[in-house]
């Protein structure tokens, strides 16, 4: 009989003044994203706001390229189209996320959202749940 060990990972959300702290924390979890085999991606109309989800959304998506990993997005509250053309409330979050970042950045980010908005996944709204 094949024993399978399954390590359990949590994430808690926080907001983080300490940049030390925040780059520690993201070297950690970046150094791990090769390891996973298969990453449900949840974008909400906030996702774009935050640089991290931004920065791991890239590597996420670097990694399923070379085909490593099988990425499943989970579009809450928010339409693939936008955020594939970084439209509507979606839109508006990124442009302002963008206006602290290089434009390299910018364009890289731009590139993961429209890779994984290409993916076959899930759209939930208040009306309908799977």
């Known amino acids: 009989m094949t024993q399978w060990k399954q390590k359990k990972v949590y994430i808690k959300g926080l907001i ?4 030390s702290l ?3 924390l993201y070297n950690r979890l970046s150094s791990r994203i090769h390891w996973i085999q298969h990453f449900q ?3 909400s109309t906030r996702y774009a706001e935050s640089k991290w ?3 791991e959304l890239t590597k996420i998506m ?4 070379y085909g490593e990993m099988i990425v499943i997005p989970i579009f809450y509250k ?3 189209e ?3 053309r970084q439209k509507g409330v979606f839109g508006e979050r990124f442009r302002r996320r963008t206006e602290e970042s290089s434009r390299k950045e ?3 980010w731009q590139l993961a959202l429209k890779a994984v908005s290409n993916k076959i996944g899930f759209t939930l709204d208040h009306n309908r749940y799977i």
Not at 16 to 19: E, W
């Open 82 to 84: 936008d955020v594939r």
């Open 62 to 65: 670097e990694q399923a390229e």
């Open 106 to 108: 910018m364009e890289k």
């Open 22 to 24: 925040h780059q520690f």
């Open 78 to 80: 928010v339409k693939p």
């Open 53 to 55: 989800c931004l920065e």
């Open 16 to 19: 983080n003044d300490k940049p």
């Open 41 to 43: 991606v949840i974008l």
